[in-house]
């Protein structure tokens, strides 16, 4: 197979990177071109639109920030239904509302292409060591096809239901990393505040009950004072926008979530968007004017 990747960021350029390690030939196209450079230097074929690369490829995958950036380059002039051909298949590795994925899915299809709306899981550690988990909505048959692209990729794939499920599977995932993340701030910071040693407290409690994803890799970073992004908080914002529209969409209250929401807006308007989502940590800190001691 012959495979397109769109959107070179911090995820997608470690996920273009393994799809061409693993021999697939590959077309990629960014707007920014650096990412295009480097990718190129290791074999990869330049295209100069969502189009050029559809019409040249079996598979094309897309990885971009938000649910109308998606859109415009599968839907909008020089974007991929334009380059579309029988027998092409979409793959959206973007977090992106439900409601997004079914139209665009529904659009393809006019054109004899299958979509799988694909969101990953694992931040730029499980892009680089190819362990992404993989939430899948469409076609049965279409992840099939794809799935030996996807093994390079990562190393949970589950095919969740009909287009769409993905994205609502992503979601429902985002809605646990937010409370994980707002939760390790404030035992972090309330252990500290209250005279017990947060490294120890950590060390203590992990590999209990409260044993997460966040309590095993996000505290070493935060106590060596890197603050820096594996995903970032402005993404994580997105994500709980796109899950509170989806709520407000089916009538779901989710209290919590409405919450992480305001904790992530506060990081924004503080300017610390690019951090790392677990960098949420700073607006907890500021309320209990209790900073976190750093190695």
């Given at each position: 197979?012959?495979?397109?990747?769109?959107?070179?960021?911090?995820?997608?350029?470690?996920?273009?990177?393994?799809?061409?390690?693993?021999?697939?030939?590959?077309?990629?196209?960014?707007?920014?071109?650096?990412?295009?450079?480097?990718?190129?230097?290791?074999?990869?074929?330049?295209a100069s639109s969502p189009a050029e690369v559809a019409s040249q490829v079996d598979v094309v995958f897309t990885n971009l920030p938000d649910s109308p950036d998606v859109e415009?380059?599968?839907?909008?002039?020089?974007?991929?239904?334009?380059?579309?051909?029988?027998?092409?298949?979409?793959?959206?590795?973007?977090?992106?509302?439900?409601?997004?994925?079914?139209?665009?899915?529904?659009?393809?299809?006019?054109?004899?292409?299958?979509?799988?709306?694909?969101?990953?899981?694992?931040?730029?550690?499980?892009?680089?060591?190819?362990?992404?988990?993989?939430?899948?909505?469409?076609?049965?048959?279409?992840?099939?096809?794809?799935?030996?692209?996807?093994?390079?990729?990562?190393?949970?794939?589950?095919?969740?239901?009909?287009?769409?499920?993905?994205?609502?599977?992503?979601?429902?995932?985002?809605?646990?990393?937010?409370?994980?993340?707002?939760?390790?701030?404030?035992?972090?910071?309330?252990?500290?505040?209250?005279?017990?040693?947060?490294?120890?407290?950590?060390?203590?409690?992990?590999?209990?009950?409260?044993?997460?994803?966040?309590?095993?890799?996000?505290?070493?970073?935060?106590?060596?004072?890197?603050?820096?992004?594996?995903?970032?908080?402005?993404?994580?914002?997105?994500?709980?926008?796109?899950?509170?529209?989806?709520?407000?969409?089916?009538?779901?209250?989710?209290?919590?979530?409405?919450?992480?929401?305001?904790?992530?807006?506060?990081?924004?308007?503080?300017?610390?968007?690019?951090?790392?989502?677990?960098?949420?940590?700073?607006?907890?800190?500021?309320?209990?004017?209790?900073?976190?001691?750093?190695?």
């Open positions: 197979m012959k495979i397109g990747y769109i959107g070179l960021g911090l995820m997608g350029k470690s996920i273009a990177k393994n799809i061409l390690n693993a021999g697939f030939p590959l077309v990629v196209h960014n707007r920014s071109q650096a990412a295009v450079e480097e990718l190129v230097e290791l074999g990869a074929i330049r415009k380059v599968v839907l909008g002039e020089k974007g991929i239904i334009a380059g579309a051909h029988s027998g092409l298949i979409f793959v959206d590795n973007s977090t992106i509302r439900p409601a997004t994925a079914r139209k665009i899915a529904a659009a393809l299809a006019q054109d004899g292409v299958q979509a799988l709306d694909a969101p990953v899981s694992g931040g730029d550690i499980g892009a680089r060591n190819a362990t992404l988990t993989i939430m899948i909505g469409g076609p049965e048959e279409a992840l099939e096809t794809v799935r030996p692209v996807l093994n390079v990729m990562g190393k949970t794939i589950t095919h969740v239901g009909a287009s769409g499920a993905g994205q609502i599977a992503k979601a429902a995932n985002q809605i646990m990393v937010a409370a994980q993340m707002v939760a390790m701030a404030e035992l972090l910071i309330f252990a500290q505040k209250a005279g017990a040693d947060p490294q120890k407290v950590v060390q203590a409690i992990k590999a209990g009950a409260a044993q997460c994803w966040t309590l095993d890799v996000k505290p070493d970073r935060l106590f060596a004072a890197n603050r820096q992004p594996g995903f970032k908080a402005s993404m994580q914002a997105k994500d709980l926008n796109i899950i509170m529209e989806t709520a407000r969409e089916y009538g779901i209250p989710l209290p919590s979530a409405a919450v992480d929401m305001q904790l992530y807006t506060a990081m924004l308007q503080a300017g610390e968007g690019n951090l790392d989502n677990s960098a949420v940590i700073s607006v907890i800190e500021k309320m209990a004017n209790e900073k976190l001691q750093t190695e």
